[in-house]
């Protein structure tokens, strides 16, 4: 693992601070154009097509509360819900947290980076994430994640993938700092966290290939 971590906090020191505050930036401009986002992603009528969710949702143990990290508009979190799952939705922008307040959803403020993340957890959610994770910190918060999820337990997650470090520019959206990764780097850190896969998929969005990754918390590695 002392490879992928090398690689990982390269940036550390003058170069992570900047990317730091890249990193809030990412956060401040969710918060100008949140509402816009839940509009765009708004669920079709009709549409159930939740293939992630539905691996999620067949992997985790039959007791036990969800952690979202990041639920945006609440989306994902209403399907949830809907299928029975205990969650805990969380955003780090205070717009999101509003507009599933807003919804009659209750929702509270949580910053991956900076905040305790309480549990144990019987599953943990993150998709849309961590591309905005600085790509040194990344390993310390799946060290983070994996010390909430209960023995069993399931972990969901999405990010950009690729070897980048990109700032992308909304055309009336702001800032954002985002990270790609490869699978075999995450697969050596989820490896030595306790991670054991048991689905995953790549595949080309609008914005960028994404990668999205179920792994569960095996026995003896709190």
Same mark, same amino acid.
């Given at each position: ?20 505050? /890249?990193? =809030? @930036?990412?956060? %401040?401009?969710?918060?100008?154009? $949140?509402?816009?986002? +839940? ?5 079709? *009528? ?39 799952? /205990?969650? =805990? @939705?969380?955003? %780090?922008?205070?717009?999101?947290? $509003?507009?599933?307040? +807003? ?5 509270? *403020? ?113």
């Amino acid at each position: 693992m002392q490879g992928v971590l090398a690689m990982a906090k390269e940036g550390q020191g003058l170069e992570g601070d900047a990317r730091e505050s /890249d990193n =809030r @930036r990412a956060i %401040a401009s969710y918060e100008g154009c $949140a509402s816009d986002y +839940a509009q765009a992603t708004t669920p079709k *009528l009709g549409s159930d097509d939740r293939r992630e969710l539905q691996n999620f949702l067949e992997a985790l143990p039959p007791a036990g509360r969800v952690l979202e990290i990041g639920s945006g508009p609440g989306w994902d979190a209403d399907w949830l819900e809907d299928h029975g799952v /205990d969650l =805990r @939705r969380t955003d %780090a922008a205070t717009a999101f947290v $509003a507009i599933q307040k +807003a919804r009659g959803a209750s929702a509270g *403020l949580l910053d991956v980076v900076t905040d305790d993340l309480g549990g144990p957890y019987a599953g943990v959610i993150a998709l849309y994430v961590f591309q905005h994770v600085d790509r040194w910190r990344l390993p310390d918060v799946l060290a983070k994640i994996s010390q909430a999820i209960i023995e069993g337990g399931v972990f969901l997650f999405s990010l950009r993938e690729g070897r980048s470090d990109l700032i992308e520019h909304g055309t009336s959206s702001g800032t954002y700092y985002v990270a790609e990764w490869e699978k075999p780097d995450l697969d050596v850190i989820l490896g030595d966290l306790g991670f054991r896969e048991r689905w995953s998929t790549s595949g080309e969005e609008a914005d960028g290939r994404w990668l999205t990754i179920l792994t569960s918390k095996e026995a003896g590695d709190e």
